[in-house]
């Protein structure tokens, strides 16, 4: 599943190729994909003919791109470009989707969803294969901690992410303490911080030594501050390498794969030397994923969470 670094690259992609760029059509393939969206493909359609695409951003794993005023069927903006409700095309790419820029002859995906036409000629298209995806035209609303900043509705419950120069780190580490839960299910609740999945959870843990069921109320606030680092510097180093991806289902605009899999110290690696102490990679079922730990590096604590 795309994670906090894949969006990224995916939003940087799309910050180079679309901004500014006016929608001149919209095909909805399966209607799966705007399933949220209250007024159907044709509303979703409406809302964004016409509209000219904003600078791209991101919460966690959600992505959007600000609408600016247009006159398309359906927008919410009227003759003279006004309007009390500002709106954006909101991007989940669930567990398999893509969005792809590409030349309006460009050949269509077989598993490609929703097609967005520009006026330069280019596509953005939507490719996802299991389609838990989604595309919504959604309301901008004010947030509660930056005056003047902004999030779709769709995600106002979702916290900052640890790369968001907004992100309060003292509150984050006494959040986490009085969680009364194992390390890991802390790190992966998107109401506490965002965009943390399941590699990066994994591999923080890892360069931090902690066992992913050591009790979040046991951590000293130093420890905690210390894991808090690990994560940036993994997520980091992932979007550096644009994302890990595993097979061909996570891809950037431009259809590339990122290369961060080669890096990954212990996640996926059963088995396998742990890269500091040579001790074999052990996996844990957890929750109907996946936990690699080194059994020597990050011990099971006597007191865990399940």
Known sequence: ??????????????AGLVVGRRVVDVE???????RRQPEGPAGFAGLLRGRALGEPRRRGKFLWLPLRPGHGT???TG??????????????LGMSGQVRVVPADDPVHPH????????????????????????EVDELVPTVDVVGDTVPSLAVHIGRDPLDPAFDDAAWVE????RRTGLKRALLDQTLASGIGNIYADEALWRSRLHWARPTETLPRARARELLGHVRDVMSASMA???????????????????YARDLAVYGREGQPCLRCGSPVRRDAWTNRS??????????PRRARP
Request: hydrophobic letters at 35%; aromatic letters at 6%; one cysteine or more.
């Open 74 to 76: 359906g927008s919410p």
């Open 79 to 92: 003759p003279d470009g006004s309007s009390g409700r500002h709106d954006a095309l909101v991007v989940h």
């Open 28 to 34: 909805v393939l399966h209607p799966r994909l705007v």
């Open 112 to 135: 490609t969803r929703v097609v967005v036409r520009l006026d330069d000629g280019a596509g953005l298209r939507f490719v996802d294969m299991r389609m838990f995806g989604r595309l």
């Open 175 to 178: 959040r986490l303490r009085v």
């Open 1 to 14: 599943m795309p994670e906090l670094p894949e969006v990224e690259s995916v939003r940087r992609g799309l």
């Open 291 to 300: 936990s690699f730990t080194c059994p020597a590096c990050q011990p099971r």
């Open 241 to 259: 390498s644009g994302g890990t991806s595993f097979d061909a289902l996570y891809v950037d605009v431009n259809g590339e794969s990122g290369y």
